[in-house]
């Protein structure tokens, strides 16, 4: 699981980087939050990589759940941690990724 981690987010933090300081698309912005088409594009792509090894698993991701919630392993994914340092052009932001087994 650890190597597949590892995997999702170097391609998350490629994504994030190649976009980082260009036009972002902002899907909600209220007075303490930011929404980031970035993030879902993040969380595709986290969610693609994790799915092709262990397709049974659940994610249990920021930007929505995939799989089922009676799965045995999931994963927390927050594919953008720091939108706000992001959207900000503030480089301190990064893809944060957890697994465990469902008798957590």
Not at 14 to 39: C, M, P, Q, S, W
Not at 69 to 85: F, S
């Amino acid at each position: 699981m650890l190597e597949t981690a590892i995997e999702a987010a170097a391609e998350a933090g490629k994504l994030l980087r190649k976009n980082f300081g260009g036009t972002l698309e902002v899907n909600l912005a209220t007075h303490y939050d930011i929404k980031l088409e970035i993030d879902e594009r993040a969380q595709k792509l986290i969610t693609r990589v994790i799915l092709a090894d262990f397709p049974d698993h659940c994610i249990l991701g920021e930007e929505g759940t995939t799989g089922s919630a009676d799965a045995d392993v999931r994963w927390v994914v927050d594919p953008l941690d720091g939108t706000v340092n992001y959207f900000y052009g503030i480089p301190h932001y990064a893809v944060s990724i957890a697994g465990a087994t469902a008798d957590w």
